[in-house]
């Protein structure tokens, strides 16, 4: 696994920035096309800004990209706390991107679990059944989860679905997302996750003993492909 240490987070996300545009090159030349998962959150908001000015949004073929999400509360897609409506209103709203190749993880009059159900078709439908993605984004909490996964729940578990939702008690809402099986089939996975907060389970999850219930971020594998972007302050 290849763990990069900055000292700035504009650097950080230029590098983040950098990486979506030449993988996106790769890809499109491979496959003529280039697939991803994207995760909410602050430091992803920061990195789709820099790829929405002309500098960066001038390199990528955005009729070219498809655009799943790795996780989502259930949330309308016009709720603040919307993973989407965030990577609209900092990215797509910006960029000449296909709407049609926008894959949002929410539908109105749809209950959760059926969605989930829907939304690995919607994969399957892009991916075949193979379900490797080019690329996703994946973030860290300071519990050590990723996407949806978070520690104790069942969806740790899961080895069949590649989607699933599922009522996180602890936020008293539901949630849905990608599961372990299907973030590990992707091709390059890049893992985002900084500041003092983080110091403990980024320890945890790169030094400590494999204890994916208590930090599942240690469920995805270190492989060729992987990287992992943080700062001092979390690596310590």
Do not use: C
Request: glycine share 6%; charged share 30%.
């Amino acid at each position: 696994m290849n763990i990069t240490v900055f000292d700035d987070l504009d650097n950080l996300y230029k590098k983040a920035a950098d990486m979506f545009v030449d993988l996106s090159k790769k890809s499109i030349q491979k496959n003529n096309r280039f697939v991803v998962a994207l995760s909410g959150g602050s430091s992803p908001k920061a990195i789709f800004n820099l790829l929405a000015t002309q500098e960066y949004a001038e390199k990528i073929e955005w009729n070219k990209v498809y655009f799943f999400w790795v996780d989502e509360r259930w949330v309308s897609l016009n709720d603040e706390k919307s993973n989407a409506k965030m990577t609209f209103e900092a990215l797509f709203d910006k960029v000449p991107v296909n709407k049609d190749q926008i894959f949002p993880m929410y539908k109105d009059g749809v209950e959760p679990e059926d969605y989930a159900k829907e939304y690995e078709q919607e994969i399957k439908n892009i991916l075949g059944n193979e379900g490797i993605f080019d690329f996703i984004l994946l973030g860290m909490g300071d519990d050590g989860h990723t996407a949806s996964l978070f520690p104790g729940e069942a969806v740790l578990d899961e080895k069949e679905k590649w989607v699933s939702a599922y009522y996180l008690k602890p936020q008293e809402m539901f949630r849905i997302t990608l599961t372990e099986p299907l973030i590990n089939k992707a091709e390059n996975i890049l893992v985002v996750a900084f500041g003092e907060s983080k110091k403990h389970a980024l320890n945890e999850v790169l030094n400590g003993e494999y204890n994916p219930k208590l930090y599942p971020l240690q469920l995805i594998n270190k492989k060729e492909g992987y990287q992992f972007f943080t700062d001092e302050k979390a690596r310590g």
